[in-house]
């Protein structure tokens, strides 16, 4: 359980901000050291002293941790984030107030319009296709089309007798490739 203070001041210590999120203290830690995620409340100011992080802190370190367990390094999370700062300038916290989406090698932002997502790191718009309705699209498509037995596409059994192989000896029930 979390101290009462910790929630009478809205900040949590390291110790807390780990349970709640997830996270080893030697990683919450080095995200503090590279600049992946700070704390608010209060930062670190030499050794021994204690960090504490607000709960948009929380949110930001839980969105890190589910990139890097998508496989995202904390390199390109922290490339990206200043990527994201420049792009979105009218974002405050771009892991709080956008979309991300990553593939494990990049992070991409999803923009207002659904068709568009930004790469982050490449600073270029790549387009998404929606599958759902291209599928039915297809299946109602494809229905239209007059049905196609296994009979008429199979061959007949006297062209499969009366086929031979190129040494000149007769294949017997040779099915086509």
């Keep these: 359980m979390f101290s009462p203070t910790a929630s009478v001041?809205?900040?949590?210590?390291?110790?807390s901000a780990c349970r709640v999120v997830g996270i080893?203290?030697?990683?919450?830690?080095?995200?503090?050291?590279?600049?992946?995620?700070?704390?608010?409340?209060?930062?670190?100011?030499?050794?021994?002293?204690?960090?504490?992080?607000?709960?948009?802190?929380?949110?930001?370190?839980s969105?890190?941790?589910?990139l890097i367990e998508r496989g995202l390094p904390p390199r390109?999370?922290?490339?990206?984030?200043?990527?994201l700062r420049d792009a979105c300038p009218k974002a405050l916290d771009p892991l709080a107030q956008l979309k991300l989406v990553t593939d494990g090698k990049?992070?991409?932002?999803?923009?207002?319009?659904?068709r568009r997502i930004l790469d982050v790191?490449?600073?270029?718009?790549?387009?998404?296709?929606?599958?759902g309705p291209l599928v039915r699209e297809?299946?109602?498509?494809?229905?239209?089309?007059?049905?196609?037995?296994?009979a008429s596409r199979r061959p007949s059994a006297a062209r499969q007798s009366g086929r031979r192989r190129a040494s000149g000896k007769r294949v017997v029930g040779a099915a086509r490739a």
């Design 9 to 15: 001041r809205g900040s949590f210590p390291s110790a």
């Design 24 to 61: 080893t203290p030697r990683q919450i830690q080095y995200w503090d050291e590279i600049g992946l995620v700070k704390p608010s409340a209060r930062a670190a100011a030499g050794r021994g002293t204690r960090r504490r992080y607000s709960f948009l802190d929380l949110l930001r370190l």
């Design 63 to 66: 969105v890190v941790r589910a």
């Design 76 to 83: 390109n999370i922290r490339r990206s984030l200043a990527a």
């Design 106 to 114: 990049g992070l991409f932002l999803v923009t207002d319009d659904a």
């Design 121 to 131: 790191l490449e600073r270029q718009f790549v387009f998404s296709i929606a599958l």
């Design 138 to 150: 297809l299946r109602g498509r494809a229905a239209q089309l007059a049905p196609v037995t296994l």
